[in-house]
């Protein structure tokens, strides 16, 4: 089992940077493949970007490709979300998500552990 703590988020100017961090309880942070999902108010949670197990292969939403990085530090049992360009948009609040195994996958039922969740707020 593995316990998921987000920090990082707050208000940007659009255009503005963001960076993202998750910290995992636990020491088998390497076997799980590590995503991050978002919320915007009135919406569903939506896939924005993961990373396999060694951190070699990383996936994007089409809407943030380009503009945020995902990364991981196995040792430091930490992953992050470089958020660059920053636009109204991406106003929501960004949650870290954890799936035992190395198949990588953009829907959030496939994911079991999940972070309490931080606010990232981009103002135009």
């Known amino acids: 089992q593995v316990q998921l703590v987000e920090s990082g988020g707050g208000l940007v100017q659009a255009g503005g940077s963001l960076r993202l961090s998750c910290t995992a309880s636990g020491r088998t942070f390497s076997s799980y493949v590590m995503a991050w999902f978002r919320q915007a108010p009135g919406k569903e949670r939506e896939f924005v970007a993961a990373?396999?197990?060694?951190?070699?292969?990383?996936y994007y939403a089409d809407s943030v490709k380009g503009r945020f990085t995902i990364s991981r530090d196995n040792a430091k049992n930490a992953l992050y979300l470089q958020m660059n360009s920053l636009k109204p948009e991406d106003t929501a609040v960004y949650y870290c998500a954890a799936r035992a195994g190395y198949r990588v996958y953009d829907r959030d039922y496939e994911y079991a552990y999940w972070g309490q969740g931080t606010q990232v707020t981009v103002s135009s």
């Open positions: 990373v396999s197990w060694s951190g070699a292969g990383t």
